[in-house]
C-alpha cells in the first residue's frame, strides 16, 4: 500500500522560509519521480516542481528561484525549500509520486 505522509506547513511571515517534506512508503523514489503542487482556495491545483528518479529538478517557470526540491533516497523522502515565502504562497501544498497524493498540508503566510 503506498502512502504519501506530508509535513512542514505552518503559519510564516511574508518573506519567511519552510521546508516541506514528504515521507513515501510502498514504493521507492529510486523508481519513481516525485514532485510538489499546490492549490489556493477557489483556484486549480497548480505543479511546482518534480525530481526525476535519478534527482534531476525540474521547476515551472513561475516558481524558479524560491523554490527547492530535492530528495533523500535512504530516507525515502522528498522535500521542498520555500524561501521569501509571500502572502500568494498561501495555499494547500500537496505531494504526489507514483501516481498517487499526499493528504495536503496547509502554508498560510501572513503578518
Known amino acids: 500500500q503506498v502512502q504519501l505522509v506530508e509535513s512542514g506547513g505552518g503559519l510564516v511571515q511574508p518573506g519567511g522560509s519552510l521546508r516541506l517534506s514528504c515521507v513515501a512508503s510502498?514504493?521507492?523514489?529510486?523508481?519513481?519521480?516525485a514532485g510538489w503542487y499546490r492549490q489556493a482556495p477557489g483556484k486549480q491545483r497548480q505543479w511546482i516542481a518534480d525530481i526525476t528518479n535519478l534527482g534531476i529538478p525540474l521547476y515551472g517557470d513561475s516558481m524558479k528561484g524560491r523554490f527547492t526540491i530535492s530528495k533523500d533516497n535512504a530516507k525515502n523522502t522528498f522535500y521542498l525549500q520555500m524561501d521569501n515565502l509571500k502572502p500568494e504562497d498561501t495555499a494547500v501544498y500537496y505531494c504526489k509520486s507514483g501516481g498517487f497524493w499526499g493528504q495536503g498540508t496547509q502554508v498560510t503566510v501572513s503578518s
Open positions: 510502498g514504493l521507492s523514489l529510486t523508481d519513481y519521480a
